[in-house]
């Protein structure tokens, strides 16, 4: 199994605040190392793209995410001294959306073969396919087959278009299980209803997708909240998270392709991830359709890098409990 992750652009050179070198000043930009690194347990990975949010009529501008996201979690203070890396970025290029998703899916793959948690920087949604490509394609669903997937997103992205774009890739990934004889959990929270037309309400149905709305995922529904995630954890054996940032209130994510009228609000998003996490299943990440160019302040970047960073040392402090 290859471990080689071959992308398109190098890694670029990170810098930040430096308040000094030793371990009790330490940001992210401080501890960052290409990939491979002795010590490294999670890799960011670049999907530059939006060819599939213009196939599906939407704002171009998230190919200028993954460059957002690491300006974003560059200064961020680490508790404690960690070893992360970055194995550069995957470039969709002249429209070809369906091979830069195959190279992203080559990535991932290598990424969880090394024994790493992948965190994959949109780019459009349609960054879920490839991201799905790596999962199915490691040596880690042969040995952990029940697969789910949790998408934090207003909109289900179940679309039934000929033409594979940022609106369709849960629907493609469903029927790639299908054709493969195998079987994965698709659930979606956050899901707004006048975002969604009755016919992916009726597809959801038909293809057994759950989903909870965004009304019912404030913060006195954490309850729920809480229950629908861990029904999900309870029935997989790894979990493939996804974030798309427009389940937020656009108050809190302004910079994306389609900014929520109503959302999640982020103290749910994080209690979800912070679950996920802890479960010990969390497999890969992506984060999806952050849209510099529409951002206020960099508001929307520093709320996924906070994500990010919350994930990122979640899981390598679970890891560092469970080997001890």
Known sequence: MSTDIVVDLPPPTWSGRVDGETPEHLRWHQAIHPYPADGGRSVLIGFASDEGVQRNRGRRGAAAGPDALRAALASMALAEPLVLEDAGTVAVTDGDLEGGQARLGRAVSAALNAGRLPVVLGGGHEVAFGTYLGVTGSGLRSVRPRLGILNLDAHFDLRADTTPSSGTPFRQILEAEQAAGTHCDYRVLGISQPSNTAALFAAARSLGV???????????????????????????????????????????????????????????????????????????????????????????????????????????????????
């Not at 997989?236 to 656009?250: N, Q, R």
């Open 210 to 324: 759950r989903y909870l709305l965004d009304d019912r995922c404030g913060c006195t529904g954490a309850e729920a909240v809480d229950t629908f995630v861990d029904a999900l954890l309870e029935s997989v054996d790894l979990v493939y998270l996804t974030i798309d940032l427009d389940v937020l209130p656009a108050a809190v994510a302004p910079g994306v392709s389609a900014p929520a009228a109503y959302g999640v609000p982020l103290e749910i998003i994080q209690r979800v991830c912070d679950r996920v996490t802890a479960s010990g299943k969390l497999a890969v990440v992506d984060i999806a359709e952050l849209n510099p160019e529409f951002d206020i302040d960099s508001r929307t970047a520093r709320t996924a890098a906070r994500l990010i960073h919350r994930l990122v040392t979640g899981h390598l402090a679970l890891e560092s409990r469970t080997r001890h």
